[in-house]
Structure formats: structure tokens, C-alpha cells
């Protein structure tokens, strides 16, 4: 009991002489112990340019100003760490027992300078052992490393934090406005997370639980729970996280304004339409390789009520590449079509020319891919489609949309559209379609819904120009059209050209062919044939696509007329598409069906002719004459749906 009595007296003498020597010391003496201490601990060179302040017990406190703390060699010369004030508690006991259990770590206005090297290894990365077993201050002996205590921290709290990342070969990346709390009570356990971020004006907080803290830490892979919220949404993972930036596990982020949570996350001003994700519901598997490379399997997407499922993998680098297969059944796209567009159909409004405004194409420019979309319907307002396959590539900003096929306008589209920006911005395409509606067809894309039929052929074009305008008047290709049974509404070609009551109003034909070519923005057509019964028209001319004016010749001929001979009245019609000329050319009538006929018999073609179409001609009166308003009336009604 006695030498039990005299240990303890022992004991209690040298803790009183230790206190009272190092309440002796001055603060610079205090300051240079601790950082003998933290450089035995870590291998980093601790520098505290301020005033220090020392407690003792429970808890060993360190409170510094102005503290700097060397950076990895391979790092540079900048510190790795600076703070205006660190305060630093360790417990007392344990530290009599070489155990390093640091209760708390406090910064304010910390900066701290994160670095990865060629070996993906972090200048966070601090040793434990001697700082003289290698270059950057880590012993490459384990026994070494061994011998020093272990590092433990149970708090860790910063507050206006500044960040600078600086990944291997990559730009620096700063955050500033940082606030963070880290508990860890448990050296083997788990550690709690909060995290506020001010990547933009608007803060983001995260709430994380990191399970075996210390294995993480080690650049093990650890389980994680993660939840970031952001205004406008959240987003939440569970999976398994290295330090390193391995990460596997489910994602599921919910956003109500998406385009405020990209704003505040930092992604600048982003317009979203309606149908593409104003508000959006993503959930997936995810996997994130340190290369770049994420992986999300078993993906759904409901982007305002559009709903994807499918997978995508992404290798993130200066240009990101992007693989895709997604399957939909109804997307709704129709906010990408017309403005105030109702449930009616939507008719453009006629103008006076094409934009010349330039076409921003920058965006094929931003990533690399492919992506194949299987849906059931999809609605963008001017164009519908039905169950279809695309197969969208984009390389070097060129894509090529593909059409495997495209149900649309009640018939079937095979082909591509290209869009190529490489060297100024060209588009053309090559597609053969069938079934076609043209009423839906030419009703959507250009307010003209005259013609019924169902259409077979195929199309190829070009155009080049960074507008509208100049695409249009580079335009060449060539293309073909055939329809069956069809008819014009507003026309009736067999009153026209017969007398009776024709069609009530419409043209019923049996076939309508054509094909022609496009050279510099002129579509020149020498073969239209339209048959009716007893009755065809045919047409040539040119079709200015750039200019938007026609001179075309439309040829309607009774086939028994003129003791089987037919008569063919033809009509020129001239100028703008938007108020053309339509005039009878009857030079030609006149020379071939009259010439060498005496008086009596013009006047019983006048005759005829009155009675055929029903219009009164004097015999002094010009024929042309007679014919001219009737003619520009008819065809006025076919030409601009009036």
C-alpha cells in the first residue's frame, strides 16, 4: 500500500512539473512544440506566425493565429493549409497513452489547396510515421509508419472556408463561402457530414453518414448516405464512395424548378421548355470510375410527365461522350413547336422572306455520342410522330439523325437529316416515304391543306448557310412524288374545263406524278401529271424555293373535246408565292386550234368555249379577256387556300 501511495505521489509530481513547465513556456516556445508535434504526426511543417494559447486538461488545447501548413512536396511551394485562427483540443489522457485522439479542430477563414499528382494520389494525404522515409514526407517503411500514434480527429469544424481543387493536367477549381461540420466519435465507426456549399448566390447544404470513416479516409471504398439540397430540388444517393472518386450506388434526384437547382449547383442560366424537365424525377443505378466514366443502368426519367427508361454512359473529359439507349411510350414536345400553338392545327404566318438572322450551331460542338430513342408517340407541336425508331450520332459537330423508320403524317419515313457544323453550317438529308398524308403533311409544316392523297417517293437535298435565307438559296437535290386516288378541295378543274356541275368544289383525280430537280435554291419540275377522268393537267416550270416565287405553266386539257383532238388551256402563273399572277396563256390556243378556221368557225368556238366555262364572249371581244378573271379566280382558291 505504501509504494502504491508513493507511485501515485510519483505520478501526480511529474504531471504538476510538466503542466508548470509548459505554463512556463512562452507562447513562441508553445508554438514551436506543437509543431514538432504536428510535424512528427503528419510529416508537414506546422508555421504559427500569431499569438498561442494553451489549456491543459481534460482536453490539451492549441489555439493559434495566422497558421500555415506545408504542402506535399510534389505539390509546390504554396501551404496547404492557411487559417486566420486554428484552435486544436486533444485529449489529455489519452496523449499520456501515445494515443492521439483529437476531440475537435476549429478554422475560421481556412484556405486550403487540394492537389492530385500523375498517380491520382492527394496532397491530403498525411503521414503518421517519420517525415524522413520519402521525398513528400510519407515513410515508405511500415514499421515506421507504425511507430507514431494513430491520427484521430472526433470534430472538425470550418467556417468561410475557401477550396482550390487542382485535379492532374486539369484547370484549377475554387469554392469559396464553404462551411463544415464533421463529427467522428468513434475511431472505427462512422461519420456524420453537414457541408454548405455557395457555388452561386443560393446556398447548397449537404447532409452525408460516411460508415468506417477511417477506411475511407485510407482511400478505401465506404458505405454512404447523401442527400444535397438546393433550391428548386434534392438529391439523394446511397452507395458505397472512395475518396478517390470511385462511387457506386442508387441516385435519385427530384427537382420542382430544375433550371433554379442547375443555377444554384452553379451551372449558370438554363432555359428548359416545357416537356424537357421544368420539373424532373431522375432515378438510377449509378457507377463514377476516377477516369471520368459514369455509368446509370436501370435509369427512369420523368421529365414534366415525359417518361424515359433505358441506360446511358458518359465519359466526362473537354468534350464529354455520351452513349444512350432509351425507350418512351407518349412524349409531349409540343412547347418546342409554334408559339400560342392551340389544339387546332397551327398555320404558320406567310412572310416576306426567309430570316437572314445568323443560326447558332455551337451546340453540336459540345459532345460526342450516339443515342437510340424507340417511342410510341411524339408530339412537337408542328410535327407529329407515331411509333417510331431514331438513332441520333453526333461527332465532331456533326449529327446525323436517323429514321429506322418514322411513323409520321399517317405514313412511314426512312432516312436521315444531317446537321454539320465543322466548316460553316450545312444541312441536307435523304429520306423515301410512303403513305404519306398530305393534307397533315403540307397543313403542319406550311398552312396549305388542299391536297388530299396518300404520297410515295423520296427526297434528297442540301443546303448550305448560316441562315435561313442563304440556306434556302444554295438548296440542290432531286426528288420524285407519286399519289393514287387524291383530290384538291377549293378547285374544281372539271367545271373549269366542262360544263355542269363538276365536284362541288373539288378536283378528283386518279393519279398525280412528278419528279424534279433543285439547283441553287430552284426546284425545276418538267413532268407533273395529274389524270382525271376524261381530263389531265400537265405542268412544268420553275419553283423558286429561295426567292419564294414561281414561273410554272399548268396545262388543263378536255381528252375529248375537239372531235378527240383534246383543247388545253394553259395557265402561266408568275411572281410571289404570296400573290402570284395567274393569266390564261392562250397564244398558244389560239394558233393551234384556230389558225386557218374562217370567222364562222371562231365564232362557234366562242360559242363553245362560253358555254364550257360559262362565260360570256362578245365577238369583238378579246378571248384572253373572257377567260383571264375566271381563271385567276379558280386557281388563286387552289394555290393559297383561299
Known amino acids: 500500500m505504501r509504494l502504491l501511495f508513493r507511485i501515485l505521489t510519483a505520478l501526480i509530481m511529474t504531471v504538476v512539473v510538466v503542466i508548470g513547465v509548459l505554463l512556463l513556456l512562452p507562447s513562441e516556445k508553445l508554438a514551436q512544440l506543437v509543431a514538432d508535434q504536428v510535424e512528427a504526426q503528419t510529416g508537414r511543417k506546422l508555421v504559427v506566425q500569431g499569438e498561442v494559447a494553451l489549456s491543459l486538461w481534460p482536453v490539451l488545447g492549441v489555439s493559434a493565429e495566422s497558421v500555415s501548413l506545408s504542402n506535399a512536396s510534389w505539390a509546390g511551394d504554396q501551404p496547404m493549409l492557411t487559417a486566420n485562427t486554428l484552435s486544436i483540443g486533444v485529449s489529455a489522457m489519452e ?3 501515445r494515443d492521439v485522439r483529437i476531440t475537435s479542430i476549429t478554422a475560421e477563414t481556412l484556405d486550403l489547396h487540394l492537389a492530385t499528382n500523375a498517380k491520382g494520389q492527394g496532397n491530403w494525404v498525411l503521414s503518421t510515421g517519420s517525415a524522413a522515409g520519402s521525398a513528400d514526407g510519407q515513410s515508405d517503411d511500415p514499421a515506421q509508419a507504425g511507430s507514431a500514434p494513430p491520427l484521430r480527429i472526433e470534430e472538425l469544424l470550418l467556417s468561410n472556408a475557401r477550396v482550390t481543387f487542382t485535379e492532374f493536367g486539369a484547370a484549377p477549381v475554387t469554392m469559396q463561402g464553404i462551411d463544415l461540420a464533421l463529427s467522428w ?8 457530414l453537414a457541408l454548405t456549399l455557395h457555388p452561386a448566390a443560393d446556398p447548397v447544404r449537404l447532409a452525408a453518414q460516411i460508415g468506417t470513416f477511417s477506411a475511407f479516409l485510407r482511400g478505401q471504398v465506404s458505405s454512404v448516405v447523401a442527400k444535397v439540397t438546393a433550391p428548386g430540388g434534392i438529391a439523394q444517393f446511397d452507395g458505397r ?3 478517390g472518386g470511385e462511387a457506386s450506388g442508387r441516385l435519385t434526384v427530384t427537382s420542382e424548378d430544375t433550371a433554379r437547382m442547375l443555377r444554384a449547383v452553379g451551372l449558370g442560366e438554363v432555359t428548359l421548355p416545357r416537356g424537357l424537365g421544368q420539373g424532373a424525377v431522375v432515378d438510377s443505378d449509378l457507377t463514377y470510375t476516377p477516369d471520368g466514366r459514369l455509368a446509370l443502368r436501370d435509369l427512369s426519367l420523368d421529365l414534366d410527365g415525359n417518361r424515359l427508361q433505358g441506360a446511358v454512359d458518359l465519359v466526362l473529359g473537354e468534350v464529354p461522350h455520351f452513349t444512350a439507349k432509351l425507350q418512351a411510350q407518349d412524349l409531349d414536345l409540343s412547347a418546342l413547336g409554334l408559339p400560342g400553338r392551340s389544339d387546332a392545327v397551327a398555320v404558320p404566318k406567310q412572310r416576306a422572306g426567309w430570316s437572314t438572322a445568323k443560326i447558332d450551331a455551337s451546340i453540336l460542338a459540345l459532345a460526342n455520342g450516339t443515342m437510340e430513342l424507340s417511342l410510341a408517340s411524339l408530339d412537337m407541336g408542328v410535327v407529329q410522330l407515331g411509333a417510331s425508331t431514331l438513332h441520333l450520332s453526333l461527332e465532331r459537330s456533326r449529327a446525323v439523325l436517323n429514321f429506322q423508320p418514322a411513323m409520321v403524317f399517317g405514313g412511314r419515313v426512312q432516312g436521315q437529316l444531317v446537321a454539320n457544323n465543322r466548316g460553316g453550317l450545312s444541312v441536307g438529308g435523304k429520306l423515301t416515304y410512303s403513305g404519306l398524308r398530305l393534307e397533315q403533311a403540307l397543313g403542319q409544316l406550311a398552312g396549305y391543306d388542299r391536297l388530299n392523297g396518300a404520297a410515295l417517293g423520296g427526297l434528297q437535298f442540301l443546303g448550305v448557310g448560316n441562315s435561313q435565307d442563304a440556306i434556302m438559296r444554295s438548296l440542290s437535290g432531286t426528288g420524285r412524288l407519286q399519289i393514287g386516288k387524291g383530290f384538291f378541295t377549293g378547285f374544281d378543274l372539271e367545271k373549269l374545263m366542262r360544263s355542269g356541275g363538276g365536284n362541288g368544289g373539288s378536283t378528283v383525280f386518279d393519279t398525280l406524278t412528278a419528279s424534279f430537280i433543285v439547283e441553287g435554291g430552284n426546284l425545276d419540275n418538267q413532268d407533273l401529271l ?12 420553275r419553283i423558286g424555293l429561295g426567292g419564294r416565287d414561281l414561273d410554272y405553266l399548268f396545262a388543263p386539257k378536255v381528252l375529248e373535246a375537239n372531235n378527240g383532238q383534246g383543247l388545253s388551256i394553259p395557265l402561266r402563273i408568275t411572281g410571289p408565292w404570296k400573290n402570284p399572277k395567274i393569266l ?3 397564244q398558244q390556243v389560239l394558233e393551234t386550234q384556230i389558225e386557218g378556221i374562217e370567222d364562222q368557225a371562231s365564232d362557234q368556238l366562242r360559242q363553245r368555249v362560253s358555254e364550257e366555262l360559262g362565260v360570256e364572249v362578245a365577238p ?8 383571264e378573271q375566271r381563271a385567276k379566280d379558280s386557281l388563286l382558291r387552289l394555290l393559297q387556300g383561299d
Open 241 to 243: 464512395v472512395a475518396i
Open 620 to 627: 369583238e371581244q378579246d378571248l384572253q379577256q373572257g377567260l
Open 530 to 541: 395529274i389524270a382525271l377522268k376524261g381530263l389531265r393537267a400537265d405542268g412544268q416550270g
Open 584 to 586: 390564261p396563256d392562250l
Open 95 to 97: 496523449l499520456l497513452r
Open 185 to 192: 466519435p468513434e475511431p472505427n465507426g462512422m461519420a456524420d
